[in-house]
């Protein structure tokens, strides 16, 4: 949705590699300025493949307009409204879209009687609050425009671990990475709800399985063959990230599922084509989840 009174700017955070640099394309091939934020600025800054740098060539390949700004979101010293204001200067409109993606690191293999400290407090850090304060932050921009779009990445994670018998799992418990993102979705709803009179959508949208992404594939051992692609995320990030707010909002909402109900065309993240297979038609509905948030609106307010 968009209005042409501005350009439409956005902030996705861990865009250096997998989901966020897929996000961060796709937004930038509809016509949105990109400014991908996160801490490896150039090739062989990180541990993994992939930078800002990267991205925002690929960016420009695909003629759209990007800017790369380093930043370290763990950091609690640093002002994390900077990445906005140099995203505003770049562009010259305040950001109205704000992605979070980035994540601490996962931890898996420390499982609940074995977890420290230190990675607590990063991933909460990390995970829940530089993510609220960086939107939060947006709201005054938002407001000005009077429109904007909150995009918090989930995981399927963070739905609760049924048993017993609990099935084995390569993540084990995950019981630090999913209590962050269960805590996201709640904040998501609550915010949406805190934010809707003011035209601001704010969703939360996870990976129906896993994207094959190389950090996927190294801590949960997910095979290319049974995940869904980066492009199926991508759409659905761009479909919460331009919806109508008065209708398209409070959304805990996983990607191909999302793709389904809105009978969503997929394309590929440089927005020139179709990808073959993945259509809504295409995807089998045995591949989609059951939400574990089943709500319904009581009539009954409670302070409780």
Not at 201 to 215: C, D, M, R, S
Not at 263 to 273: F, I, K, L, S, Y
Not at 279 to 284: R, T, V, W, Y
Request: hydrophobic share 45%.
């Amino acid at each position: 949705m968009t209005d042409g009174t501005a350009p439409h700017v956005a902030v996705v955070t861990g865009a250096s590699r997998g989901i966020g640099r897929a996000i961060a394309r796709r937004l930038a091939a509809d016509g949105i300025a990109v400014a991908a934020a996160g801490r490896s600025l150039r090739p062989g800054d990180g541990t993994l493949a992939g930078s800002l740098e990267e991205t925002v060539d690929q960016i420009h390949a695909d003629g759209g307009r990007a800017v790369a700004i380093p930043f370290d979101l763990a950091d609690r010293q640093a002002d994390r409204a900077q990445i906005l204001s140099r995203a505003a200067d770049a562009f010259g409109a305040p950001v109205d879209i704000v992605v979070n993606n980035a994540a601490a690191e996962r931890n898996f293999d420390q499982r609940f009687p074995d977890m420290t400290r230190d990675a607590f407090w990063r991933a909460v850090e990390t995970n829940v609050w530089a993510a609220w304060e960086l939107a939060a932050a947006a709201v005054p921009g938002m407001r000005q425009r009077g429109a904007g779009w909150i995009l918090m990445i989930s995981s399927s994670q963070a739905g609760p671990r049924l048993g017993p018998p609990f099935p084995p799992n390569p993540t084990y418990g995950a019981a630090l990475y999913g209590g962050t993102k269960a805590m996201i979705d709640r904040i998501t709803t609550g915010a949406a709800m805190d934010l809707y009179d003011d035209g601001i959508a704010v969703n939360a949208l996870a990976p129906e399985y896993q994207i094959a992404t190389e950090n996927a594939q190294r801590v949960a051992g997910v095979r290319a063959d049974e995940a869904e692609p980066e492009e199926t995320i991508a759409e659905a990030a761009l479909a919460l990230c331009t919806g109508d707010p008065a209708v398209l909002t409070g959304r805990i909402a996983y990607n191909l599922s999302l793709l389904v109900e809105l009978n969503r065309p997929v394309h590929t993240v440089d927005g020139r084509a179709l990808l073959p297979g993945w259509q809504p038609d295409d995807i089998d509905p045995s591949r989609l989840r059951t939400p574990y948030l089943r709500a319904a609106p009581h009539p009954v307010q409670s302070r409780r």
